[in-house]
């Protein structure tokens, strides 16, 4: 009999990734799924992108690459940030990994270990927890209320930070909620956190190209009071439609620049050669693909709040980024996972109940509307038919 770690009895999953295991058996099954579980964009990399990447291979890029990523794909990456927030940032502050979420691991295993607290949205993205629970820490959720808009409130943070809090994790605009924190309770946070001169933030913003509504994006490096201990986490997965090529980066403080690269170096070497290559493209190429994404985004985030609302038991609240609904289906009578099963098993509609998010998640349900607007009007009258 094998005699595993204890750590790993504490690490927790990200439901999505199960529920897409699902819904692939029925589908497999010959039933007919239409999938709003998971949150991956629903259209292919733009081309050029592709090419990047597949001229990149041509040209024998088959070798490592240094382990915190190629400097024209990191100075992209400020250039990027540049044009898109207005900040000055040191290329050699930033570092590329395999997509966003091991930027999460490393943040969390740098500052994570018994005896200290690390805040994190609830609810919110699963890896969080997940990883703060892993390497011992203890998580403390900051809750994430509807009637905030699903925002943090500033005050309420600051309120649960002692001296052993070392990390705090923020997400804006969010999973699986939608929600995006005004700039007023941004200001605020950076505004408490001087009298905390011993806590990093992290801010996972890995959906600052999905705001609707006119609203812009707040970047936590537009602080330059935090930067000494920031940790800006955003990535190409959501942006660019690419999920499955794993290519993210962070933007960190100049005292965890070497340490990050060493669990770079221990972890993975370096990102694949050719993604890099397809990431600089993407940066510095044309961004309509982008827009229309958008675009296309916010068009289905209005069919399905408006669907949604007209269900009975369900009250769902304006989704302002990312491509989330999350609507309250307490008034169903059905907790957020007898209504995850029922609507898959049922109506062969697959989403995430909202406890998968965490324990305030309960009453709600998550709904990606990164699907046709076809099918999206199809999986809402299939669950009409149920309710
Ligand atoms: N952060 C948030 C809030 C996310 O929702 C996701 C993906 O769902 C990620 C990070 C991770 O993205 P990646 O696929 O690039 O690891």
């Keep these: 009999q094998l005699k595993f770690a ?7 999953t990200e439901s999505a990734f199960e529920v897409l295991a699902r819904a692939g058996k029925l589908a497999a099954e010959g039933r007919d799924i239409i999938n709003l579980g998971i949150g991956q964009p629903d259209f292919r990399t733009p081309e050029h992108i592709v090419e990047a990447g597949i001229k990149a291979l041509r040209d024998g890029h088959h070798g490592y690459t240094p382990a915190n990523g190629l400097l024209p794909l990191r100075e992209a990456v400020t250039a990027d940030l540049h044009r898109r927030h207005g900040v000055e940032v040191n290329p ?77 994790i923020i997400n804006s605009p969010a999973n699986p909620t939608g929600g995006v924190t005004p700039k007023e309770e941004i200001d605020k946070l950076v505004k408490g956190l001087e009298a905390h001169p011993h806590v990093a933030l992290m801010s996972d913003e890995i959906y600052s190209n999905m705001l609707y509504g006119g609203r812009e994006h707040v970047s936590l490096l537009q602080y330059p009071e935090i930067r000494d201990r920031l940790i800006m986490l955003d990535g190409w997965s959501k942006t660019y439609a690419m999920t499955g090529w794993r290519l993210g980066y962070a933007v960190w403080p100049d005292a965890c620049v070497d340490h990050v690269t060493r669990l770079c170096i221990n972890d993975h070497s370096c990102v694949n050669a050719a993604t890099q290559f397809a990431g600089i493209a993407a940066l510095n190429g044309p961004q309509d693909a982008v827009r229309e994404m958008v675009a296309q985004f916010d068009a289905r985030r209005q069919v399905i709040v408006d669907a949604l609302n007209g269900l009975p038991g369900f009250r769902c609240p304006d989704a302002a980024g990312a491509f989330y609904a999350f609507p309250n289906i307490e008034g169903t009578g059905m907790t957020a996972r007898e209504a995850q ?11 995430v109940a909202g406890t998968s998010f965490g324990k305030w998640g309960e009453g709600y349900l998550r709904f990606s509307y990164a699907n046709s607007t076809e099918n999206i009007q199809t999986a809402i009258e299939r669950i009409a038919a149920i309710l």
Excluded: C, H, W
């Design 92 to 168: 050699d502050n930033v570092v590329v990994v395999p997509g966003g979420k091991p930027t999460m691991f490393f943040a969390v295993l740098m500052f994570g270990q018994p005896g200290v607290e690390i805040m994190y949205p609830n609810p919110g993205f699963p890896i969080y927890e997940s990883v703060i629970r892993y390497s011992g820490a203890t998580p403390v959720p900051i809750a994430l209320e509807e009637k905030n808009g699903f925002a943090f409130s500033a005050d309420a943070l600051l309120s649960q930070i002692t001296d052993r809090t070392r990390l705090i």
């Design 341 to 351: 099963d029922r609507f898959l098993n049922e109506a062969g509609v697959a989403t």
């Design 6 to 12: 204890e750590s790993l009895s504490r690490l927790g």
